[in-house]
């Protein structure tokens, strides 16, 4: 199982919408949008749970797809540290 970020997504994204989106390259095991917690729209990105195979099948056919006027980025999530960043390379501020 493999978990994938989805970003760039506008603010009227559903959960509906993005399984349906994503559903066309395999079984979407579970998704997670991130809420504005005062306004309940979508914060622009969330989190699917496909299969190894069909994930990397969804990144390849979404990643610089257009939704609505936005162009999506989608990609393997990247594991955070223990401060809650991203870990990895030096940070460029």
Same mark, same amino acid.
């Given at each position: 199982?493999?978990?994938?970020?989805?970003?760039?997504?506008?603010?009227?994204?559903? !959960?509906? &919408?993005?399984? *349906?989106?994503?559903?066309?390259?395999?079984?979407?095991?579970?998704?997670? #949008?991130?809420?504005?917690?005062?306004?309940?729209?979508?914060?622009?990105?969330?989190?699917? !749970?496909? &299969?190894?195979? *069909?994930?990397?099948?969804?990144?390849?056919?979404?990643?610089?797809?257009? #939704?609505?006027?936005?162009?999506?980025?989608?990609?393997?999530?990247?594991?955070?540290?223990?401060?809650?960043?991203?870990?990895?390379?030096?940070?460029?501020?």
């Amino acid at each position: 199982m493999l978990k994938i970020y989805a970003g760039n997504l506008p603010s009227d994204t559903t !959960e509906k &919408e993005l399984t *349906e989106l994503f559903c066309t390259h395999g079984r979407v095991r579970s998704i997670k #949008l991130a809420h504005d917690v005062f306004s309940g729209k979508c914060r622009g990105f969330g989190f699917i !749970e496909m &299969e190894g195979h *069909e994930a990397r099948a969804a990144i390849a056919a979404l990643n610089g797809r257009e #939704l609505r006027g936005n162009f999506l980025r989608v990609n393997m999530e990247q594991p955070r540290d223990a401060r809650g960043g991203r870990t990895g390379g030096p940070r460029h501020h």
